[in-house]
Nanobody
């Protein structure tokens, strides 16, 4: 499985960005996808998850502002980010997990929110 993330950039606080993650390879058995972010000097944290047949989840700080979605026809995972805050700044990574537990990471895309 290969993951290609895109859509990051520089935005002012209160603005919006939409991240995309294109999946290719043996994607038919992917049951879990997620977005993580890593701020400078900090650990990589989960932002939002999408589990096939179960739904979505979000970290508390982004609830009501971010929306994760998966388009199986386009093999795409998206993250719509609204009302962005400076603390949302970081490198955002796409993650996918197949049946059997094998996990894959994308290369990351930088999101910078200026105050």
């Amino acid at each position: 499985v290969q993951l290609q993330a895109s859509g990051g950039g520089l935005v002012q606080a209160g603005g919006s960005l939409r991240l995309s993650c294109a999946a290719s390879g043996s994607i038919s058995s992917i049951i879990f996808m997620a977005w993580y972010r890593q701020a400078p000097g900090k650990q990589r944290d989960m932002v939002a998850t999408h589990t096939s047949g179960s739904g979505t989840s979000y970290r508390d700080s982004v609830k009501g502002r971010f929306t994760i979605s998966r388009d199986n026809a386009k093999n795409m995972l998206s993250l719509q980010m609204n009302s962005l805050k400076p603390e949302d700044t970081g490198v955002y990574y796409c993650y996918a997990q197949r049946v059997g537990g094998f996990g894959y990471w994308g290369q990351g895309t930088q999101v910078t929110v200026s105050s």
